[in-house]
């Protein structure tokens, strides 16, 4: 079965430093990978998606994210950190069903917070 | 505007008490899902839809039961609240496989 480890449930950096988040997968096939951003009381917001081709993604707000199919990762990534960049990031996986559907597998977040 | 919106924003109900979440999204994607989201377990899935009529159990599917006799709606009932249900629950929509899900803004129940 598919499934999405984010090994660090809390991370705190100091803005202006560089940023990555781990995110590890298990999926037999070739995956779909995404990462999400959740603010405080908000629903999450898509940052980067990989689906297939090069395997550095580029998103919005200024994350970038690798694919690494030999390491079975997606980290995310950001060169300088800014206060409003404070949030939850999930990693998720997308799983074909035996429908034919598809659904995404969550990783259980990583919390984020930046010191000024 | 258009988007997906849920229903009620915040919910307080009482154990064993017949509670409804919706649902609705004006984009017209054949695909809707139900999670549920708690403290230490990230965003889990109860229910999706690949299309009206057409739905399937997650990984969570149990004391829950959904519809979709519409494209646009998606409607999450708990028929008999328990305090385990106590959670946010988002609803979310997609195009179909290949296409990332887009969130609603979620519901938070309280169950008593």
């Known amino acids: 079965a598919q499934s999405v480890t984010q090994p660090d449930i809390h991370i705190t950096v100091s803005e202006g430093a560089s940023l990555e988040l781990r995110c590890n997968y298990s999926y037999g096939a070739t995956p779909y990978l995404f990462w999400y951003v959740q603010s405080p009381g908000q629903g999450l917001q898509l940052l980067l998606k990989y689906f297939s081709g090069d395997t550095l993604v580029q998103g919005i707000k200024g994350f970038e994210a690798e694919f690494k199919r030999s390491q079975s990762s997606f980290n995310l990534r950001k060169p300088s950190v800014h206060w409003s960049d404070a949030a939850e990031y999930f990693c998720a996986v997308g799983a074909i069903t035996q429908g034919g559907s598809e659904k995404l597998v969550f990783g259980k977040g990583t919390k984020l917070t930046v010191n000024p | 505007d258009a988007g997906i919106t849920q229903s009620p924003r915040y919910k307080i109900t009482e154990t064993g008490r017949q509670v409804t979440l919706m649902c609705h999204q004006t984009?017209?994607?054949?695909?809707m899902f139900w999670y549920r989201q708690d403290l230490g377990h990230g965003l889990r899935l109860i229910y999706y839809?690949?299309?009206?009529?057409?739905?399937d159990k997650g990984e969570v599917p149990d004391g829950y039961v959904v519809s979709r006799s519409k494209t646009e709606n998606f409607p999450l009932t708990l028929e008999s609240a328990t305090r385990s249900q106590t959670s946010v629950y988002f609803c979310?929509?997609?195009?179909?496989?290949?296409?990332?899900?887009?969130f609603g803004p979620g519901t938070r129940l309280t169950v008593t």
């Open positions: 839809s690949a299309a009206a009529d057409i739905t």
């Open positions: 979310a929509s997609s195009p179909g496989p290949d296409h990332e899900q887009y």
């Open positions: 984009w017209s994607h054949s695909y």
